[in-house]
């Protein structure tokens, strides 16, 4: 069993960067691929990034590659994702999610997920 609770969502402006937070319960979180994924009202979620378990193997959206950078702190069972040069069209709930496997895109590679976390990106 995992437990994940995001943080660090906000109002911004377009421009602007945020880090939004992702804690987890586990003892055995290092062994977990972390990813994030964002939905906006009306729409899928979709993947935002991954940082994986194994070697450190990181993947990133088309939409935000270049702009956001994840990162993960297992003494602190934290990832987080670093958003810069935000845009209105990055405004949504963001999830983080875990998953056993070694990595991967799709939503049905993860097994736990968050509560989320808005993100709102103004002009």
């Known amino acids: 069993q995992v437990q994940l609770v995001e943080s660090g969502g906000g109002l911004v402006q377009a421009g602007d960067s945020l880090r939004v937070s992702c804690a987890a319960s586990?003892?055995?979180?290092?062994?977990?691929?972390m990813g994030w994924f964002r939905q906006a009202p009306g729409k899928e979620r979709e993947f935002v990034a991954y940082?994986?378990?194994?070697?450190?193997?990181?993947r990133y959206a088309d939409s935000v590659k270049g702009r956001f950078t994840i990162t993960r702190d297992n003494a602190k069972n934290t990832v987080y994702l670093q958003m810069n040069s935000l845009k209105p069209e990055d405004t949504a709930v963001y999830y983080c999610?875990?998953?056993?496997?070694?990595?991967?895109?799709?939503?049905?590679?993860?097994?736990?997920w968050g509560q989320g976390t808005q993100v709102t990106v103004s002009t």
């Open positions: 999610a875990a998953g056993t496997s070694y990595g991967g895109t799709s939503l049905t590679m993860y097994d736990y």
């Open positions: 586990g003892r055995t979180f290092s062994n977990y691929t």
């Open positions: 940082i994986s378990w194994g070697v450190g193997r990181i």
